[in-house]
């Protein structure tokens, strides 16, 4: 006798089959296994993060309605992702994805002004004849507040962000700018602001839209002399999403039309988002009645983030794609890329590709030589943080003990040969290294490269110390 679980998900199979090709039953459904059901929530296995996103993209509707038919209106889907441990003989473990919900990211259509009669088209989103027209807020679901990992860097602009989510246009921080360098996560976090919002409330119209899109739809507009609608469509929005605003510099219309609607926007309490690479102050070729009101709400600056902080975001990445990394590899693209999130996370996507088509074990040999190719600029040069850790895993000492003021021998010796390192693999100033080891300063790493090199020649322990840990840092 099977269990219930498994007649109910039967069920829905022989509804799914009725509905798709067969092909695509034999692809997508034939590997799935029910694995339990417990409050009306059937958890099925999948064979991988793929082919959970695959589902969700293409096949979310109909098993939402299958799920809903077989266990009644409060009936949900659960998903069981097995996690590939990359070790040989460890054990496979799974993680547990709700169904996602992202046609809730839909808007409803809104109602335009028309004049049938004009074969122009009446702005950017419209088809001529349709009074009705449909707003795609060209959020991304991936990009919700779950994927965003906070840390030290990000806190206070993920903090208003969230709090924008939650009560959109009610709170002081209208207009909303997030700005940071490249990479750091900005427009991330513009999409969880949207999303949150839609989620929450279901009827506001949300749009994101980038600079130099609205820049290039406000063109077409003037050239079929449409602008007062292209102005119209956008005062309509409940919240106005405005990615890299800094594109608009030198734009004198582009900023005018801009303003109406930035101005239009506020007065009725409708949310305004906008992120830049640089704070208002520093953004050139804009003016100054625009950049008043940049300042109304609030600035909120995404720094470089911190080591703990990008081992996080490596982690949730890494489960992200159902594969467990051993700790030094996660630690080694952490410490070696340190100021692009973007760029770090495209390593560990190569590197999970190079493992995965090649059958590779993924150990930290592939990550050095996958770094050396994917990011060359920045991950030639080793950073002081990584040269620090692999000395006191080398010599067993905390990293803490390194930048201490102790003047035990051991201790003093490794942070030498730190400084020596850190002078020969980096490009790093005297200044800055001795500031990494515990606010020495430029003569006392001076001194500590003479040692270390003065030591190498007289004694062989010693030089073999240095030998084994160049092997170690160096990026073949």
Known sequence: MSALHEEKWEACLKVIKDNISIQAFKTWFSPISPIKLEDSVLTIQVPSHFFYEWLEEHYISLLKKVIKKELGPNGRLEYSIIMEKNQTNSTPYTVKLPASNKSSLHNSPVTMPLNASEKQIKNPFIIPGLKKVNVDSNLNPSYS?????????????????YAVAKKPGGTAFNP????????????????????????????KTVLYVSSEKFAHQFIDAIKNQTTNDFIHFYQMMDVLIIDDVQFFSGKEKTQDVFFHIFNHLHQNGKQII?????????????????????????????????????????????????????????????YSINTNIREMEGALTSLLAQASLNKKAITLELAKQMIDKFVKNTAREVSIEYIQKVVCDYFDLPIELLKSKTRKREVVQARQIAMFFSKKMTKSSLANIGAHCGGKDHATVL????????????????????DDLEKKLSIQ
């Open 176 to 203: 909303l700018l997030i700005y940071g360098g490249v990479g750091l996560g900005k427009t991330h976090l513009a999409h969880s602001i949207g999303i949150g919002i839609k989620n929450q409330f279901p009827n």
């Open 447 to 466: 001194h500590a490269c003479r040692t270390v090199n003065n030591l190498s020649e007289t004694d062989k322990q010693f030089k073999s110390y240095l």
């Open 274 to 334: 906008l992120t830049s690479d640089k704070a208002p102050v520093e953004m050139q070729g804009m003016e100054q009645r625009l950049l008043s009101r940049f300042k109304w709400g609030l600035s909120a600056d995404l720094q470089a983030p911190d080591l703990e902080t990008r081992i996080a975001i490596l982690e949730n990445k890494m489960y992200g794609n159902g594969i467990d990394l051993p700790r030094e590899v996660v630690e080694y693209l952490a």
């Open 145 to 161: 507040f779950e994927n965003f990992v906070e840390g030290d860097c990000n806190r206070l602009a993920r903090s208003a962000g």
